[in-house]
Structures are given as C-alpha cells and as structure tokens.
C-alpha cells in the first residue's frame, strides 16, 4: 500500500527551500515532545480509493494536511510559503510513491496559546497511484 503521508514528508524534506528552514524535522500525525521549531507536520485526512464499472482502479485522492509550526507569526508563514512552493502542482516520485499531481485547496493561520506556537496549516489534494 502506498503512503502518501511518508511521501509528502519526504517531497518537503527534499525541497531545497523547505529543508533551508527545518532540515529533516517534518513529523508524521504530531511533532514529537521537544521538537525544535520550526518544523512541519503531515497529517493524512481522507483517502478515498476511486472505483470504476465493477472494477477497483489504483488511483487515489488523497487529502494532506500540512502544518508549519514556528514561534514567530513570521516563521510560521515563511515556513508555510515553502510547503506551498515544494507542493503545489508537485508530481513525481517520492517515498516511492508515484504522485499525479498535488494541489492546496486550503489556507488556515493559527496560534496555539497552550504551546505558544505559531501554525500555517495547509490542505493539499495529492492525486496518486497505489
């Protein structure tokens, strides 16, 4: 089975801007209990399998959820500016994973008073193949 999750952590960490800001600290579902910030999130909302006349297709709609956490406002945006850059319209292989096409669908800015921390939540529709 594919995992889009593991392949879009993986096509942001090998983005050169994306990197420039936080190396290798994307995190799967949370950020781990003294991450360093800044750093991005991936999330996995839906995954719907596409089907076709009684017949299974290997395409998928994935819905992505990536958040960039900073302790700046300014951070955050910087940091959610390079997920844009390194996914939008992105296709490819990465983590094995043969992606058709990615594309945002929406922009959430927030602030987490509990962790004092700065997020730019994007939600990517990542079309792929299993």
């Known amino acids: 089975m594919a995992d889009f999750e593991d392949a879009v952590r993986t096509r942001l960490t090998a983005h050169e801007g994306t990197a420039a ?3 290798t600290r994307a995190y ?5 209990q003294g991450a360093t910030f800044p750093c991005s999130v991936v999330q996995q909302i839906s ?3 596409l089907s076709a006349m009684s017949a299974d297709v290997d395409k998928v709609e994935s819905r992505q959820q990536v958040r960039a956490c900073a302790k700046t406002r300014a951070g955050a945006k910087a940091l959610g500016d390079q997920h844009r850059a390194a996914l939008q319209r992105y296709s ?3 983590a094995s994973v043969v992606i058709h096409d990615c594309f945002l ?3 959430i800015p927030g602030y987490e008073p ?7 939540t994007h939600d990517f529709m990542v079309w792929g193949t299993e």
């Open 28 to 32: 799967l579902g949370a950020a781990p």
């Open 21 to 23: 800001l936080i190396s």
């Open 114 to 120: 509990e962790t004092k921390l700065y997020t730019l």
């Open 47 to 49: 995954a719907p399998r």
């Open 105 to 107: 669908v929406n922009e």
């Open 92 to 94: 490819g292989t990465s």
